[in-house]
């Protein structure tokens, strides 16, 4: 098992994280890769064009998304999981928000928990401070299938740093060394078009924490809604977002298009070291 935290410390750089959408629904590439055959050569694909991290998900967050049963979620990753992990030596993700397909994956040596809830949900906390894996945080307000209806704050990026100070006091309480937590402030999570802006513009305001910052916005409506751009056709814009996300602190970029993400990251990377 790798010490993710570790590792995103230990790099100036931030490390690129693969989608694997294992969903007949996701919003971006549902459907594409739910058989393990087809799954493994996606995999193989993002590792040859330099994903760090690969990221399983069974079950899509979109606005209006359908709830997943525990059992299909778990007949969804898993085998895709032990697959990954029997072939190929990348770090694993799991996105997920149940505790028992965050079991499942820690048996089967996941690396990392991506929750888009926060271990919020029942029993969630206590599984992953049994593990020793890391565990991604997200803000998210309300619950997918409404988090776009109306979103509000009194003050977005003070509201959202509560969040996480509350989340990190409760995890440590519970068992889970600060040392092996991520935020994310959750693009697209109950935010306005605006907010989301917003939020990227003060990305940097999450390192007051002194914990690694994933972003992901890729291909997401606060782009297409912007450029006016359907959800394929939104490269450009994920490639600014990555770029300025990694400008302003992040330490992993979580996308669907690897390739055009690695060699941004590249540039950045060489103009950082020559200045």
Known sequence: MKDIVSWLNSSDMPKVMGILNVTPDSFSDGGKFNQ????????????SEGVDIIDIGGESTRPGAKDVEEQDEINRVIPVLKAIKSRFDVAVSIDTSKAVVMKESINE???MINDVRALL??????V????????CLMHMQ?????MQNNPIYKDLIG???EFFIERISTCENAGIDRSRIILDPGFGFGK????????LANFSAFECHNLPLLSGLSRKSMLGNLLNREVSDRLAGSLAGALISAQHGAKIIRVHDAKETVDTLKVLKAVTENK
């Open 121 to 126: 949900a029942e029993d969630c906390l206590n």
């Open 36 to 47: 393990i055959d087809q799954a493994l050569r996606q995999v193989e694909n993002m590792i």
């Open 109 to 111: 040596d996941a690396d």
């Open 159 to 161: 509201d959202i740093n």
């Open 142 to 146: 309300g619950q997918p299938r409404t």
């Open 192 to 199: 306005t078009l605006e907010q989301n802006y917003k939020l």
């Open 128 to 135: 992953v401070a049994q593990s020793d894996v890391a565990v």
